[in-house]
């Protein structure tokens, strides 16, 4: 994910939902937590490495044991930079693909091959854990996978983890993001209605402002998603618009006009200190507690609407 602007503006007014209804499942944080941490034991999961290849075993795994169907989409990235050429894939898991409302969640769930960012320069050709950046959005997926297959959805849900999205150089935006680029250019499914990305959502000082390109893209959904956060207490939804970020929300837009939003915490783990594109970026920086919150959220904008 690339940052490109910071600005800050409040949203005056957002239209009240409905209440959720009781039927909503209920959130597993503790389990979603889990998750974070079995990638996370792999190792960095870099294009390339060992933990790489290991965890996307492990994540086709764990998908086909819950989801209707579950595929992958290889695409091929040339780095001009380094100039190799890297096998990466998609994984694509489906439920309920005959229903006319689809949704799709997505998040990356390759890690940073530099941490470019760390304070100890000779650290910086590291690769990361990603804990946070990498690692969160999975879990909560991950948890999402095993409800949808609990209680059947009233809506199709279709969940892709998206490859090669942190693999970006710095000034350089659009070498992120790689794999909702890869997924956008070649749709390998019936384009869905809407779309939300989760990243860098397991942070334990969680604040999520509203991204500025997602309230572009899609408004109605921004509205609904933060009206109801507020409704169900989730405090770490800030009714405010603030960075413009080039993340995997974007190339869905721009090239497939899939109308997607992002669910960001830029701020890692605060203004004061970052341990984004860093080695800090491990599980015992991040909470079961935020993935609660957002999980809690997407649970309910599934399940608590009208029949």
């Given at each position: 994910?690339?940052i ?8 005056s007014?957002?239209s009240?939902l409905?209440s ?13 937590f889990?998750?974070l941490?079995?990638?996370c ?8 490495s ?24 290889p695409?091929?990235l040339?780095d ?17 693909v ?10 990356h ?18 690769p ?5 950046d ?7 997926i991950?948890e ?46 019936e ?13 334990a000082?969680l ?9 572009r ?11 109801m956060?507020e ?9 405010r ?7 995997d ?11 997607a ?23 015992e920086?991040?909470s079961?507690?935020s993935?609660?919150?957002v999980?809690?959220l997407l649970?309910h904008?599934?399940?608590?609407r009208?029949?």
């Amino acid at each position: 994910m690339r940052i490109q602007i910071k600005t800050i503006l409040t949203i005056s007014t957002i239209s009240v939902l409905s209440s959720c209804n009781n039927a909503v499942p209920n959130f597993d944080k503790g389990n979603a937590f889990r998750y974070l941490v079995e990638q996370c034991e792999f190792g960095p999961r870099n294009p390339g490495s060992n933990g790489y290849k290991q965890c996307l075993v492990y994540l086709q795994k764990t998908l086909s044991e819950f989801a209707d169907t579950v595929f992958l989409q290889p695409f091929v990235l040339d780095d001009l930079v380094d100039e190799k050429s890297y096998d990466l894939t998609n994984i694509i898991a489906r439920f309920k693909v005959d229903e006319p409302e689809q949704l799709l969640i997505g998040a990356h769930w390759d890690t940073r091959p530099w941490a470019d960012q760390d304070p100890d320069p000779e650290k910086r050709n590291d690769p990361i854990i990603g804990a946070n950046d990498g690692a969160s959005g999975v879990a909560v997926i991950l948890e999402l996978a095993r409800i949808l297959n609990a209680s059947p959805p009233p809506i199709g849900i279709t969940l892709v983890l998206f490859d090669g999205e942190d693999m970006g150089r710095s000034g350089i935006p659009k070498s992120y993001a790689q794999g909702s680029l890869a997924f956008a250019k070649d749709l390998p499914i019936e384009k869905p209605d809407e779309a939300i990305i989760l990243d860098m959502i397991g942070d334990a000082e969680l604040h999520i402002p509203i991204e500025r390109i997602s309230y572009r893209q899609n408004r109605q959904l921004v509205k609904k998603l933060w009206t109801m956060a507020e409704e169900l207490s989730l405090d770490a939804f800030e009714s405010r618009i603030v960075y413009t970020l080039y993340d995997d929300h974007v190339p869905l837009w721009t090239e497939a006009r899939i109308p997607a939003i992002d669910i960001i915490d830029f701020n890692y783990p605060n203004s004061y200190a970052n341990y984004w594109h860093t080695t800090q970026d491990l599980p015992e920086n991040c909470s079961a507690e935020s993935l609660g919150q957002v999980g809690t959220l997407l649970v309910h904008y599934i399940y608590g609407r009208e029949k």
